[in-house]
């Protein structure tokens, strides 16, 4: 059976600086892997090469068998492939639903003279991407802030509104960059109970850079 992911030999170099050097991993479908290690050692370096913020200076990367490999940010989106940051980013002006429905626009789509008009195709993309959006909304106990800005939710809430966007584009393989950073216990716990869930009833391959074991042992 073919890996879902398939990393073989990849690195890139900071000028004189090797930042990651020929890293390999094999990710098989519906697994939970966790990339650990020390502050600096290039996990988010990886993050980055993996989702096309950088070039790789060597090595391939295979996503279902295709190479995927330089590709842009958009392209490998679209391929399969989302992600979050250890730094939040929202679109926090946006309101919790649209920051959603921006993670759906990869497979809704409408052209710009039906969206101009607002014909009948724009009104029933609309309408779908509404009815998906609150789903995933209530998966994440957001439903009852969707019309609240990104921007004025607990630190928490932001962090579960990111990963909901990212599952927006019904992605294949879902990386996450320490999502339990800056949280409080309680925070915590309820990220693991909405990561399990999430792999479970999504069948959601993942691979997240975390520093608390105690996370990855227990989703």
């Given at each position: 059976m073919t890996a879902l992911l398939e990393v073989k030999n990849l690195g890139i170099s900071f000028g004189g600086l090797r930042a990651v050097n020929n890293f390999e991993i094999q990710i098989e479908k519906e697994q939970l892997y966790g990339l650990i290690g020390p502050n600096g050692a290039g996990k988010t370096t990886i993050f980055n090469l993996l989702t096309g913020v950088y070039r790789p200076d060597n090595g391939k990367v295979l996503l279902d068998g295709k190479d995927i490999t330089g590709k842009s940010t958009i392209e490998i989106n679209k391929a399969g492939i989302a992600r979050t940051f250890q730094n939040i980013r929202l679109f926090k002006d946006l309101t919790v639903l649209d920051n959603v429905k921006v993670g759906l626009h990869n497979n809704h789509h409408y052209n710009t003279v039906s969206g101009i008009f607002r014909l009948p195709r724009f009104r029933t993309v609309e309408k779908e991407m509404n009815e998906k959006a609150m789903e995933l909304l209530k998966?994440?106990?957001?439903?009852?802030?969707?019309?609240?800005?990104?921007?004025?939710?607990?630190?928490g809430k932001q962090r579960k509104l990111e990963i909901a966007r990212a599952l927006?584009?019904?992605p294949k393989l879902l990386l996450l960059d320490e999502p339990a950073a800056g949280m409080n216990p309680n925070e915590t716990g309820e990220l693991m109970d909405t990561i399990r869930f999430v792999r479970e009833n999504f069948h959601m391959t993942i691979l997240l850079i975390?520093?608390?074991?105690?996370l990855v042992s227990g989703i």
């Open positions: 998966v994440f106990g957001l439903d009852g802030e969707a019309d609240v800005q990104a921007a004025n939710l607990p630190y927006a584009t019904n975390e520093h608390d074991m105690k």
